[in-house]
């Protein structure tokens, strides 16, 4: 079943997107999907992990750990790579709303209105609520609230590390990204063809009335 899994997942994304093959120390094209994740509690464990999965697939995952070095700066790495990415994941595990860089990262996202696939790891979506610490201003403390609300509403996945099924999981989690992928490139490829049938039409209206 899972080798099924990957022949159908990889055969898909490579015949409909075809991306190039990712190389992570040379290559510096836009990412695919962006990471979004509280450290502490996910980067050994499910944010790793979904990193991993997703570049032996062929995508090209933005993971601040392995797409960053010492030395770069975080708002003039992160920032780009939210606005140049497809899709975000988004893994909220129970400390991360103490975290002002998760929120950010959502919040842009959301603004830079990406799709946003949450996944509730180790928590549920009732839990999670921004918090004053009076280390943010009230309207930075509005916009995170307002971006974890549009993620709490959004359809994604859920998760338990101790008693979840992690080789499934991670066939899932990458299954909903592909298929967003996917349709994401056919509403891009649609809008492109409606602007050449329009700019044609323009054209000849122009070229109809001399």
């Not at 093959?21 to 502490?40: E, L, S």
């Not at 993971?63 to 920032?79: T, V």
């Not at 609230?145 to 989690?173: C, I, M, P, Q, R």
Request: overall charge positive; hydrophobic content about 35%.
């Amino acid at each position: 079943m899972q080798l099924r899994f990957f022949s159908s997942a990889r055969h898909l994304y490579r015949n409909i997107l075809k991306p190039r093959t990712p190389i992570r120390a040379t290559a510096k094209p836009p990412c695919d999907i962006f990471i979004n994740h509280r450290g502490t509690d996910t980067k050994k464990t499910i944010a790793g992990l979904l990193d991993d999965h997703f570049f032996r697939m062929g995508l090209r995952p933005f993971l601040d750990s392995k797409n960053m070095k010492p030395g770069d700066r975080l708002f003039e790495k992160i920032d780009p790579a939210i606005r140049g990415c497809k899709i975000g994941v988004a893994i909220f595990s129970p400390n991360y709303c103490d975290s002002y860089f998760c929120l950010h990262e959502l919040a842009l996202l959301i603004e830079s209105k990406k799709r946003v696939i949450p996944i509730f790891c180790d928590v549920k979506p009732s839990q999670l609520q921004v918090v004053d610490y009076g280390t943010s201003s009230a309207e930075q403390l509005e916009r995170f609230s307002w971006a974890l609300e549009e993620a709490k509403y959004t359809v994604g996945l859920t998760f338990d590390t101790l008693t979840g099924d992690w080789s499934h999981f991670l066939n899932t989690a990458t299954d909903a990204v592909i298929k967003n992928l996917v349709e994401l490139e056919a509403e891009n490829s649609s809008k492109k063809s409606t602007y050449i049938v329009q700019a044609r039409r323009e054209r000849d209206e122009k070229f109809s009335i001399h």
